[in-house]
């Protein structure tokens, strides 16, 4: 019986033994395939930096951002093969310590008890919170009204003191060719573009000679007046009365999932349902980032797991707005370079879904800009435009730029309305655009 035990014993020993020499094995290739991954991303940041380095100079930084998380990705990869190689060792000792010296009769498992897959779309629902009232609501509008003018006044205060500072001054300096050469190149620094700037420029020179206004502080009014009737939104933006999908998209760093849960805090404050998808399955934690502004915001949002098809969440999306009756659903999306043919036809994939299963309810397409972008947010809006149907813009970072000059461009070179513009980090700092008070805040 003795010599029973030890045999027992022994043979346990040597499967403990191979156990953990599987496990090593595993351990080591799961490091050469995390070295070996790690070495194809950095051979595919180099070429993508070299890329953009011929083709785009306004991206480098943005695509070594992209280069590093990548890497950063692959080196948590590693760890976590090697931690699980690491656990699986310790659970094959543990098991072989453990284990009975007979083996149980086992039941084969039902089709019934076997574990049901997991779950694809995880929803993160905020709380109850009070009805709405819309007479407490008209009583502060008023008082907001004036603080965002503040907020906006402030936040162009660098491109009005630093550019057209002292071109308006309250003195007995006259019109003439050295103030209009001092006006146009202030404009094009705070990128206005050259043809936006002569045909104000063309126009301001009309309306001061038909007025006969010979003073600079005078002529500020007719300058201000011209900027507004260029970016004046001719058309109602759609959301603001009636149910509608707001598609949000962007290249990556200009603000679109602070923008989204500014936009959805804005629309719950004003009494609408919102419901919230976390499009951007591509970006390491974008849909949990995007889950707190849901929180914040107190409103849902519908997600996937990291990978997934973001036409699928958006789909999904659109059955839960559906079964609760929501009246506005705002989806974010991967942030892309403007230049990368496959990732738009995935934006135009989205927008097919949208109108494919909503096809009654009006859709904006929202293209983020960073306004210390300058010149270059035309040529990001241009190659959006041609893959999305862009119906405005969201204009953000203005309080950390010299650049406001950009809005004017953007809605005369491209006939783009701009529907918000950002002006601070606060979720109350984006506002509705409002052409007139721009222009005020601007020189």
């Known amino acids: 019986m003795w010599d029973f035990f030890k045999r027992k014993k022994k043979k346990k020993e040597e499967e403990l033994k191979e156990a953990q020499n599987a496990a090593l094995e595993q351990v080591n290739e799961s490091a050469e395939d995390a070295e070996s991954l790690v070495a194809d991303i950095a051979s595919v940041a180099e070429e993508a930096f070299v890329e953009v380095q011929e083709t785009a100079e306004g991206f480098t930084e943005e695509v070594m951002e992209d280069a590093q998380a990548a890497l950063e990705t692959a080196e948590e ?5 090697k931690e699980s190689a690491e656990s699986f060792i310790q659970a094959a000792a543990e098991e072989a310590e453990t284990e009975p010296m007979y083996e149980a009769e086992t039941e084969p498992m039902d089709e019934d008890d076997a574990p049901s897959p997991a ?16 007479a407490a609501a008209a009583e502060d509008k008023p008082e907001k009204r004036k603080g965002l003018f503040s907020k906006l006044k402030d936040g162009l205060k660098k491109t009005r003191d630093n550019i057209f500072g002292n071109l308006f001054v309250e003195s007995e300096e006259k019109i003439d060719d050295e103030f209009y050469e001092e006006l146009e190149e202030a404009m094009i620094i705070s990128d206005m573009g050259m043809a936006t700037t002569e045909k104000l420029l063309d126009g301001l020179r009309s309306r001061l000679k038909a007025d006969g206004i010979r003073k600079r502080s005078e002529a500020r009014d007719v300058m201000i007046e011209l900027l507004a009737e260029t970016m004046r939104n001719q058309d109602e933006f759609i959301p603001d009365t009636q149910p509608a999908v707001i ?26 349902n919102v419901l919230l998808a976390a499009g951007d399955t591509f970006r390491a934690a974008a849909a949990e980032q995007l889950t707190i502004w849901a929180e914040r915001a107190d409103v849902p949002i519908i997600k996937h797991n990291e990978g997934a098809d973001p036409a699928a969440v958006v789909f999904d999306a659109i059955a839960a707005y559906k079964a609760r009756k929501c009246d506005l659903l705002i989806c974010d999306t991967a942030g892309r370079l403007h230049n ?18 909503l096809p009654s309810v009006a859709v904006e397409v929202l293209l983020v800009l960073d306004a210390t972008t300058g010149q270059n947010a035309i040529a990001q809006a241009k190659v959006f435009g041609e893959n999305t149907g862009l119906t405005g813009i969201i204009l953000t970072k203005l ?16 006939h783009l309305p701009v529907r918000f513009v950002g002006v601070g980090e606060g979720i109350d700092d984006l506002q509705p655009f409002d052409a007139e008070a721009f222009a005020k805040a601007l020189i």
């Open 77 to 81: 990869s590693f760890e976590y093969s």
């Open 247 to 272: 598609l949000i998209v962007g290249v990556n760093g200009v603000g679109k999932t602070t923008s989204i849960g500014k936009l959805a805090s804005m629309y719950k404050q004003d009494g609408r």
């Open 399 to 414: 309080d950390g730029t010299a650049k406001g000059g950009v809005v004017v461009a953007v809605n005369d070179e491209l």
């Open 340 to 357: 990368k043919k496959n990732l738009m036809s995935e934006l135009a994939k989205i927008r097919r879904v949208i109108e494919r299963e």
């Open 119 to 134: 779950v694809s779309v995880s929803e993160e629902i905020a709380s109850e919170t009070a009805a709405h009232e819309p």
